[in-house]
C-alpha cells in the first residue's frame, strides 16, 4: 500500500513536469509494473534531484513522464513496449542495449558499426583493436558504437595505438556541449574536474587511476593512442561511458580534448563537447 500511494503521489507532482495525461496514465502502468517487480530502472533524474530514491516505481515515473526527454531517461517509445510486454525478470533487460531483448525491440536489425582502425590509423601492435584490451571491452556495446559514428560527423576521433602519452595531474575540464542526440541541450556546459595518477603499462595495454570532483569513488580506465594524441575510456556504474579524445601539448598537458558522453540506457543517447583544460595541481585525491 505504501509504495503504490508514494507512485501514485509522484504521478501527480510529475504533471507539474512535462507528461500529457496519456504519457502519466502509460507510465503509470508501467511504473507500477516495474515496482511490484522490484526491476531496476534507471536512477530518477529531475531538476534539483538526482540518484535513486529508494523506491524502483517513484525512480521509474519521475523519469517516464519527462515526455520530451524519456528517451534520455531509458523510456524511448521501443522501450515502453519492451517493459509492457516483459515478464519481471526480463525487465533490467530493456535498459541493456547490449541485451538481446533490447536488440529485438529497439534495433530492429540495425548494425552499429564495430569502433576499429582504419587503415590510415595507428595500428596496435599487442594484438587488440583499439590499443587497449580493456578499452576494446569498452566500446564493445551498440550504444558506445553507434555514439562513435554518430558524432564521427562533429569531427570526434578515437585515437587507436598502444603507446598513448603520459596524462598525470589534476586538471579542470571546461566547455559545453556542442553536438548531442536525446541527451542534454547544445550550449549546456560542462565544468568539472578530474584527476589522474598511477599509469601502468602491460601487455594488454595502458591503464590509469582515476577520479572525478563530486563523483564517489575512484576507478582505473583505459588509455590508447601513439604520439600526443591519446583517447581515454571512463566508465561510470554501467549507465555512462566517456570517451575523452585530445593531444598533449609540450608541458605535457591535454589540450583539444572533445569528450564524448555516452548514455548506456538507449541507443543514439550521447552528447559531445570540446572542453579546455587547465592544470590545477599535483593528482592526490578527489573532492
Not at 34 to 41: L, Y
Not at 187 to 193: D, F, K, L, W
Not at 224 to 229: I, R
Amino acid at each position: 500500500m505504501f509504495r503504490s500511494a508514494t507512485l501514485f503521489s509522484l504521478l501527480l507532482l510529475s504533471c507539474t513536469y512535462s507528461g500529457s495525461k496519456s504519457t502519466i496514465e502509460q507510465c503509470g502502468t508501467i511504473c507500477v509494473a516495474v515496482d511490484s517487480c522490484q526491476a531496476n530502472p534507471p536512477e530518477v533524474q529531475l531538476e534539483g534531484l538526482a540518484g535513486t530514491s529508494g523506491s524502483a516505481g517513484v525512480d521509474c515515473a519521475a523519469n517516464c513522464v519527462q515526455e520530451d526527454m524519456r528517451a534520455f531517461y531509458g523510456y524511448s517509445d521501443c522501450q515502453i513496449t519492451c517493459l509492457v510486454e516483459a515478464a519481471c525478470e526480463e525487465m533490467d533487460s530493456c535498459w541493456d542495449v547490449s541485451s538481446e531483448r533490447y536488440a529485438s525491440y529497439c534495433l530492429g536489425g540495425r548494425t552499429t558499426t564495430p569502433v576499429a582502425p582504419e587503415a590510415t590509423d595507428p595500428q596496435p601492435s599487442n594484438g587488440t583493436t583499439t590499443g587497449s584490451a580493456a578499452a576494446d571491452e569498452v566500446v564493445d556495446n551498440p550504444a558506445v558504437e553507434a555514439a562513435v559514428e554518430g558524432a564521427a560527423d562533429d569531427d570526434f576521433t578515437v585515437n587507436y595505438g598502444d603507446t598513448p602519452p603520459a596524462i598525470l595531474g589534476h586538471f579542470s575540464a571546461v566547455g559545453t556541449i556542442d553536438a548531442a542526440s536525446n541527451a542534454r541541450p547544445i550550449g549546456s556546459p560542462i565544468n568539472t574536474t578530474l584527476c589522474f595518477s598511477n599509469p601502468v603499462e602491460s601487455p594488454e595495454g595502458t591503464i590509469t587511476d582515476y577520479c572525478e570532483d563530486g563523483v564517489p569513488g575512484s576507478a582505473t580506465a583505459p588509455i590508447t593512442g601513439s604520439g600526443d594524441a591519446f583517447t581515454m575510456y571512463l566508465e561510470y556504474t554501467d549507465s555512462v561511458t566517456i570517451l575523452f579524445s585530445g593531444t598533449v601539448g609540450a608541458d605535457g598537458n591535454p589540450k583539444n580534448v572533445e569528450a564524448l558522453v555516452v548514455y548506456l540506457t538507449g541507443i543514439d543517447v550521447w552528447e559531445l563537447s570540446h572542453t579546455d583544460w587547465e592544470w590545477v595541481g599535483e593528482c592526490s585525491s578527489c573532492n
